[in-house]
């Protein structure tokens, strides 16, 4: 176990990769520089320029690269800076990579990851704050992975980089430089396993990537015993361990920093009331933005994030 | 009959079987034999042809929405190509990419495509992994003079040179951009000086003499295996159907198919191989060889399965695969 930011989980489990598999490389703009948050530092002069490719300001072609890199075998990290900039590569992405399988009737594989740091991150506004993971969900043939800590992302890199899908990481950006204890092997994520963070009978809390700190001290401070369930995957995702929670809670909140307009909490609600019926749930809320885009102005910003305080007072009306 | 003729025949014959599949894909589409869309690549086989005869078999392509003659001049078997026409099991892909999709990565035909230009960073990708595992195999990247209005064009161009990867960008000018024409959505002096302000250099050639693209493609193809640095063919040709199976092109000029067709591939490459002494029983029976090849393959079409209901579930992803609902 040793303390470390994200930012070195996430350089230290690309390193172990790379090391392991010879054919692992990442291409992005200004990956040589350690990226833009430091995730890859130190893997330009461990591994050089071949394999840590630095590209132009071109992102249908950073993720166009990457997907034919990955049909003749080899397997690259794709990063996109934020994920604000998969929108010009969305044909790459969506057309393109997560379709190669398919419609070639198997012949192909896309094995590759796109990093995808998102969410709200002090004063970006609305070109850089995006939280839009759940966009992705609706596309098959990707995975879509939100860790929420630097174990599950150092975990979801492992995984991404070994599976023969393609993998979509959604980084969580506010937290670069938050420190946590990193356990010193980190065995690859199981997509579609929640985690609990936090156990109690009297409400279910499902929750992923960039929330979940907010969650945590919200349910704290509330008062109330819940289950705060880490979804850390949205495709797939572990219904299952939804649909206990509210069986025994009864009560079910949702809370996402993006919007709650088409957001993934809809899809985990509706499924949650197929599997177990309308009748035993005696209270549902959803939490997260309104249908704007993220705001400049600090205090503008302040009134679309997630804070502890809005989460303790959610569910204190959830358990009213 | 003087000298050897085996690679002017063998040239003859990739058109003519590129010729033939898209006549007999034709017609069974008008009768209603399969549905979606079918883009004919009919007066444009002399590219694809003499290109893929100067690849090797580890070298790569990537196609575009025209894309059965690209596979047929790289060795894709034509049976399962047939097949893939009518969506049936025996389909290159199984019947779940039909004729926009066809692909046969077995021979390095790395897909068609339905996004004009989505080629283009695939190619250069497919190049930049090879380079990285050491292979000096080449991607030849076919798309058409629309592609060349779209980003992903410029980027591509750029990222090949920039990187040094062995590309060679093969623009098949068909003169349309779906059912206009490029010269009236385009400026500038064209796709190849496009890609000399990239630094990328090449020729712009009469696309439809087999014998003229086959010498530049193979000093190209040759080029870039040696450098490892792309380049580019400008191949000049003509879109003898409309954009797709049913654009009856309307909108084309008056004796300007009429002018094509004096300049159809065929006739000149047969012309010029019974110039040069070849017995005209010799292209015939080419001829008659490759009608009775594609009639087979589509009566063995024709019989051939659907794929099994459950095979709309396969390969999407292994983590989270669908399920009926």
């Known amino acids: 176990m040793a303390l470390m930011s994200f930012a070195e989980a996430s350089a230290r489990a690309m390193a172990e990769e790379m090391r392991r598999d010879p054919t692992v490389w990442v291409l992005g703009e200004d990956v040589r520089h350690g990226g833009v948050f430091g995730q890859y530092k130190g893997l330009m002069a461990e591994f050089g320029g071949t394999r840590v490719v630095d590209t132009p300001i071109a992102e249908a072609t950073i993720m166009g690269a990457g997907l034919g890199a990955a049909l003749v075998g080899t397997r690259p990290v794709i990063e996109m800076r934020i994920a604000d900039f998969v929108l010009p590569a969305m044909d790459e992405l969506v057309n393109q ?23 709200l991150l002090k004063g970006s506004a609305a070109q850089h704050s995006q939280t839009i993971e759940n966009w992705f969900v609706n596309v098959p043939g990707l995975v879509v992975l939100t860790p929420a800590t630097a174990t599950d992302l150092a975990a979801a890199i492992a995984f991404a980089i070994r599976a023969d899908d393609p993998v979509l990481i959604f980084d969580p950006k506010s937290h670069w430089k938050t420190v946590e204890d990193v356990p010193d092997a980190v065995a690859p994520l199981v997509p579609g396993k929640a985690v609990l963070r936090r156990a109690g009978m009297a409400a279910t809390v499902v929750t992923w990537s960039q929330a ?40 079910l909140m949702v809370v996402q920093e993006g919007g709650i307009d088409g957001g993934f909490g809809n899809d ?45 007072d959610a569910l204190r009306q959830l358990c009213a | 009959m003087a000298g050897n003729h085996d690679r002017g025949l063998a040239l003859y014959r990739t058109m003519r079987r590129i010729r033939v599949f898209e006549e007999v894909a034709l017609e069974a589409y008008r009768n209603g034999e399969f549905p979606g869309f079918l883009h004919s690549s009919i007066g444009q086989e ?23 003659g690209h596979g047929l001049a790289k060795g894709a078997a034509v049976d399962p190509m047939m097949a893939e026409l009518y969506g049936r099991a025996s389909g290159a892909c199984g019947g779940k990419g039909g004729s926009m999709h ?9 897909g068609a495509n339905g996004i004009v230009s989505g080629g283009l960073p695939i190619a250069v990708g497919a190049a930049q992994g090879l380079k990285l595992i050491g292979s000096d195999a080449v991607v030849a990247c076919f798309f058409g003079d629309g592609a060349t209005n779209r980003g992903p064009f410029l980027e591509a161009l750029n990222w090949a040179a920039l990187y040094g990867l062995r590309v060679l960008f093969v623009c098949e000018d068909n003169t349309f951009s779906a059912f206009t024409y490029t010269a009236g959505t385009t400026a500038g ?14 020729v712009s050639i009469d696309g439809n003499d087999v014998a003229v693209v086959d010498e530049a493609a193979r000093t190209l193809v040759d080029q ?4 490892g640095q792309p380049a580019f063919l400008h191949a000049r040709t003509y879109r003898w159907f409309g954009h797709t199976a049913t654009d009856m092109a309307a909108y084309r000029r008056p004796g300007e198919l009429e002018a094509a067709k004096a300049r159809d591939p065929l006739i000149v490459q047969a012309q010029r191989l019974a110039s040069e002494g070849v017995d005209p029983a010799t292209i015939a029976a080419i001829d008659a060889d490759v009608d009775a090849e594609m009639a087979r393959a589509r009566d063995r079409a024709r019989a051939a399965p659907f794929p099994a209901v459950e095979a709309a579930l396969a390969d999407v992803q292994d983590a989270g695969a669908p399920t009926w609902l």
Not at chain 1, 106 to 118: I, K, T
Not at chain 1, 271 to 299: C, M, N, Q, W, Y
């Open chain 2, 102 to 110: 066809i692909a046969d990565f077995s021979v390095g035909m790395l």
């Open chain 2, 46 to 68: 002399a590219i694809p042809s003499g290109v893929c005869a100067n690849l090797r078999a580890d070298d790569r392509l990537t196609s575009t929405h025209r894309g059965h």
């Open chain 2, 189 to 202: 002096a064209g796709p190849l000086a496009r890609a000399r302000s990239c630094g990328i250099d090449g």
């Open chain 1, 97 to 119: 990579i997560a379709k190669a399988r398919y419609m070639f009737g198997g012949q192909a594989r896309a094995a590759l990851v796109v990093r995808m740091p998102h969410g």
């Open chain 1, 212 to 251: 979940l700190p907010a969650v945590l001290a919200g349910v704290e401070a509330s008062g109330i015993a819940a289950d705060v369930i880490d979804l850390v995957s949205l495709w797939p995702w572990d219904r299952a361990a939804v649909a206990a929670s509210v069986r025994k809670t009864g009560r």
């Open chain 2, 224 to 227: 870039v295996r040696a450098t």
């Open chain 1, 268 to 312: 985990v609600i509706a499924a949650t009331l197929e599997d177990i019926g309308p009748a035993a749930l005696k209270a549902v809320r959803r939490l997260g933005a309104p249908r704007i885009p993220v705001p400049f102005s600090p205090p503008l910003e302040a009134a679309i994030t997630l804070t502890p305080e809005r989460v303790r």
